[in-house]
């Protein structure tokens, strides 16, 4: 299974709707990623967890906020958000994430998020 | 910063070789990768080159660099309709994150 499967695959939510997106993955992998990106933009790391630990937030704002309930799991909570919110979300893993090695980043196919 | 750029488009015939370019900043980046986005979906990679190398080959898929002018070029042999996608060229930059540039959007032609 070298799969990332999240869900929903789309999403449309109210500035004062609390949702969340999901992102799974069973390879075995110990470093997870979500990435926010815009329409015709690269994508845009937004947190690293590593080993189930967050280890990056690229001064994300706090209207997002990631949870890693175990190794294989991956949740965005979404809360208050801004109509300029509206963007594929991705979500990636990796084996660990902690060294420059050739670490294939698998992607998820996204939730596809409209904020009104 | 680093920064990493791609020209925004290419149109090829269906057959034909297709080239897209990439120029980056960041010297010290040890892999530089290629990644391959259809639409509706998520980043696929295709294939990566260690920075000590001149080319990389992999079937239809062969990856030149050159590291001195800081240029990674993709090039696409016997182009078909399914190679329509958005590619991007990444470079890893000194804490180990993926800096993307903005993306080729690659049109093959009948």
């Known amino acids: 299974d070298t799969e990332v499967t999240q869900t929903p695959k789309h999403l449309v939510m109210g500035m004062t709707n609390k949702k969340s997106l999901k992102c799974e993955q069973h390879?075995?992998?110990?470093?997870m990623y979500w990435y926010k990106q815009k329409a015709k933009k690269p994508p845009e790391l937004m947190f690293v967890y590593s080993y189930e630990k967050l280890s990056i937030n690229e001064s994300v704002p706090s209207r997002f906020s990631p949870e890693c309930p175990n190794s294989s799991l991956l949740n965005l909570h979404l809360h208050a958000l801004q109509p300029e919110d509206s963007a594929l979300y991705l979500c990636a893993s990796s084996q660990d994430g902690t060294a420059a090695t050739n670490e294939k980043l698998f992607f998820g196919s996204g939730t596809q998020l409209s904020v009104l | 910063g680093e920064d990493v750029e791609q020209s925004l488009f290419l149109s090829v015939r269906e057959g034909d070789s297709s080239v897209i370019n990439c120029t980056y900043t960041d010297s010290s980046s040890t892999y530089l990768y290629w990644y391959k986005q259809e639409p509706g979906a998520g980043l696929q990679l295709l294939t990566y080159?260690?920075?000590?190398?001149d080319m990389k080959q992999d079937q239809r898929l062969t990856v030149l660099l050159n590291k001195k002018d800081k240029h990674l070029s993709l090039r696409i042999a016997d182009t078909q309709t399914g190679d329509s996608a958005i590619y991007f060229c990444a470079e890893e930059d000194s804490s180990y994150k993926l800096i993307f540039g903005s993306g080729t959007r690659l049109l093959v032609r009948p």
């Open positions: 390879m075995g992998h110990r470093a």
């Open positions: 080159i260690f920075s000590n190398m």
